[in-house]
């Protein structure tokens, strides 16, 4: 919602995929939202009519596919739905295993409080979850979990070679400052041969 709604009021066609109908609901509520075409599915797999520009996932969309194997499916998708000479341009983190020390699986980066929140690392199937802990005004104490799978940059650049396309740019945001050692997260593009 937060990219397609200021993108469709530019004047830019966007047709969205979308697992969850609760948030498909929500984005037609807003203004604007109702001419956003949106398929339900899941976006690695699911297909759509037509081909576009550019296929895009913003703020650690891809960490959502929990499996190396639906990443992949994903970039393959991501290709299939793309015009010759088409984008794909995904935003997410660099994980932050640097904060690690031996023996450890926690990292926390939020304390406050009433509230904190951590994630954990398995350094050998990139698999993290991250984790909410509160509490409520009432004192109760309230838990959340999300599970995901870190992906470093040089795997996605394979996963994009498997699906045929190249890396074009990689930022350290967008603002596209360079991407160094010291990011914490990065905007790449690839892109899908013209012809």
């Known amino acids: 919602?937060?990219?397609?709604?200021?993108?469709?009021?530019?004047?830019?066609?966007?047709?969205?995929?979308?697992?969850?109908?609760?948030?498909?609901?929500?984005?037609?509520?807003?203004?604007?939202?109702?001419?956003?075409?949106?398929?339900?599915?899941?976006?690695?797999?699911?297909?759509?009519?037509?081909?576009f520009a550019v296929v895009y996932l913003v703020f650690n969309t891809i960490n959502n596919l929990t499996t190396q194997d639906a990443q992949v499916d994903c970039f393959r998708n991501a290709a299939a739905h793309l015009r010759p000479g088409g984008h794909f341009v995904i935003e997410v983190g660099v994980p932050d295993l640097r904060r690690l020390p031996p023996g450890q699986r926690a990292v926390p980066f939020r304390i406050g409080e009433t509230s904190w929140a951590f994630d954990t690392y398995d350094v050998v199937t990139q698999e993290?979850?991250?984790?909410?802990?509160?509490?409520?005004?009432?004192?109760?104490?309230?838990?959340?979990?999300?599970?995901?799978?870190?992906?470093w940059p040089a795997e996605l650049d394979l996963m994009a070679r498997l699906a045929g396309m190249r890396l074009r740019h990689r930022w350290d945001g967008w603002s596209r400052a360079p991407f160094t050692a010291e990011s914490t997260g990065h905007v790449s593009v690839w892109r899908k041969p013209a012809g």
């Not at 984005?27 to 037509?50: C, H, N, Q, S, Y």
């Not at 979850?129 to 409520?136: D, P």
Request: aromatic share 8%; glycine share 12%; no cysteine.
């Open 1 to 51: 919602m937060r990219i397609a709604l200021p993108l469709a009021a530019r004047g830019v066609p966007v047709h969205g995929v979308d697992l969850s109908r609760a948030m498909t609901d929500r984005l037609r509520a807003k203004p604007g939202g109702t001419g956003i075409g949106v398929t339900l599915g899941d976006f690695a797999t699911t297909r759509v009519e037509g081909t």
């Open 128 to 151: 993290m979850s991250s984790h909410y802990l509160s509490v409520e005004v009432d004192g109760r104490a309230r838990y959340r979990s999300f599970p995901f799978r870190y992906v």
